[in-house]
């Protein structure tokens, strides 16, 4: 069986997988973490393990991080074929990690973006509830598999904020944005509680989210502290 | 001309095969009439009526999965078309050329979904009721699949490990190439019919969005796509097959009309 372990490694959630109830239920966190992250991992490792075999100027992107993977995904010195299983799996991977990250349990998260975050936020969108509507509307938008995201785009001094959506695993990464916020809205990420009722998945969904982790990758971004 | 191939092709149909093809003319006419293209009050789009009981495609489909994804999913995008058929109306009556483009990508994605989830439940069937049985080996249908496929188990097998391979939300499909007068095998991705891929008449649909599969399988769309076999109609399958080489043969609604001529012309 392909390793959930290799060039990279099927992260921890950062929580228990009960802890996110009652907005998003145990099992679905289950499925979700240990099967269809896990097959991503495990497909990633073997996409990676393939392209080292192949040798040549290809075998140098498995020194590479997933995000710079994802970034240079168009340039990368492979063939088609090796390609799309890195777009596929390794966007799988890193969307996935991400998404546990800008969550927490409810009473443990930080309910409100800080600092140049914040500003940057009531700048762009007016206030976080039009936010929220707008983020929301996207996400429930999206036609059949894919996320929706906060982005940061442009000069890191004053980048542009905007809520943009990518289908199945495509990363903002790859067109030169800087993801802050994501949700999954896959059918998987809400189906067992939701069912088809994917603005009620959204609604609870904000709920759940740490502005913490979005506050600490703007600063990233920004490298304003 | 017309007449004169058609009189070549005559004496080698069974008077079978011509009651077939006049009852399923009579009834694309009958079924032409229920889609109004503006979708007008007395005449919405409405969920299709299943030819068996909620519970009847257990174990492959259970009860809740099937009720979820029929009552909830399908019941759900033809409400949505109806509003913005009616909404489309409104807009090309007033000439809004924005507020129509605006509507079409949604209507696509409604209307299709209506579509295809329609063509889905048609060809699953219960076990009982013949789900799983292949058709006969002297059929037209069985010969043309043998003859290109090589034989059932193959295509099965294909159309299993392309299905499974699909990425995010989509759909698998057997579908008849006019041009080609094959059998070939299709994909579509969102809730796009196979009618937008090109000159294709449906044969077979199968649901590989997650939600068709998710309550009872979770992630593994492989055992969906093993078991699924078990509820095929095949005998939908090949009624769509028929249909589809008639209605090229004879330019569809105006068979009937030619073969009640032809026939008195002869005698």
């Known amino acids: ?124 969108f007016g206030s976080l509830d039009a936010f929220k509507k707008e983020f929301s509307k996207v996400g429930a938008g999206v036609f059949g598999s894919g996320w929706a995201w906060l982005v940061a785009e442009g000069p890191q001094e004053n980048p542009t904020l905007k809520v943009v959506s990518t289908a199945n695993q495509d990363s903002p990464f790859t067109v030169g944005q800087f993801p802050l916020l994501v949700v999954d809205v896959w059918e998987h990420a809400y189906y067992l509680r939701y069912q088809n009722r994917r603005p009620d998945f959204l609604e609870a969904w904000w709920q759940l989210v740490n502005w913490k982790t979005v506050d600490d990758r703007y600063k990233e971004y920004t490298g304003k502290n | 001309d017309i007449e004169n191939q058609i009189y070549q092709i005559q004496p080698k149909m069974s008077p079978k095969l011509i009651i077939l093809v006049i009852i399923l003319s009579a009834s694309s006419i009958a079924r032409s009439f229920n889609y109004d293209c503006l979708g007008n009050e007395i005449e919405k789009y409405t969920l299709p009526n299943l030819d068996y009981e909620l519970d009847a495609l257990e174990p492959v489909i259970s009860k809740t999965m099937l009720e979820v994804h029929y009552n909830k999913h399908h019941a759900g995008y033809v409400n949505k078309l109806n509003i913005l058929m009616k909404q489309l109306q409104e807009a090309m009556i007033n000439r809004d050329l924005s507020k129509i483009v605006n509507l079409l990508q949604d209507i696509q994605f409604n209307g299709g979904s209506h579509i295809n989830h329609s063509l889905y439940w048609k060809n699953m069937s219960p076990t009982k009721l013949g789900g799983g049985k292949l058709p006969d080996p002297s059929s037209k249908f069985y010969q043309h699949i043998t003859a290109q496929w090589g034989n059932f188990q193959t ?113």
């Not at chain 1, 009960?18 to 099967?35: C, I, Q, R, Y």
């Not at chain 2, 008639?246 to 569809?252: D, N, V």
């Open chain 1, 1 to 124: 069986p392909m390793a959930t372990t290799g060039f990279h490694e099927l992260p921890e959630l950062p929580y228990g997988y009960a802890s996110l109830e009652p907005f998003m239920d145990e099992a679905t966190m289950v499925v979700h973490h240990d099967k269809h992250h896990a097959g991503y991992t495990r497909n990633f490792n073997a996409a990676l393990t393939a392209i080292q075999a192949a040798g040549g100027e290809g075998a140098k992107i498995c020194t590479m991080s997933p995000e710079n993977i994802l970034r240079q995904l168009n340039t990368l010195p492979i063939t088609p074929e090796q390609r799309t299983p890195l777009r596929n799996h390794g966007g799988g991977y890193w969307n996935h990690g991400m998404f546990w990250s800008v969550m927490a349990p409810p009473k443990e998260r930080q309910e409100h973006p800080t600092g140049h975050l914040s500003t940057a936020m009531a700048n762009t």
């Open chain 2, 155 to 267: 295509l099965i097998q294909y159309i299993t490990s392309r299905a499974t391979g699909i990425k995010g939300s989509g759909w698998a499909w057997l579908a008849y190439q006019k041009e080609s007068k094959q059998i070939v095998y299709e994909e579509t991705l969102g809730q796009d019919t196979i009618s937008m891929k090109g000159n294709l008449i449906p044969l077979l649909a199968i649901d590989v969005w997650e939600h068709a599969y998710y309550i009872d399988y979770k992630n593994l769309r492989p055992q969906y796509l093993k078991q699924i076999w078990d509820i095929i109609d095949w005998q939908e399958v090949e009624k769509r097959y028929l249909e589809a080489i008639l209605q090229q043969l004879f330019c569809s609604k105006n068979y009937l009309l030619f073969q009640i001529r032809i026939r008195m012309k002869w005698n």
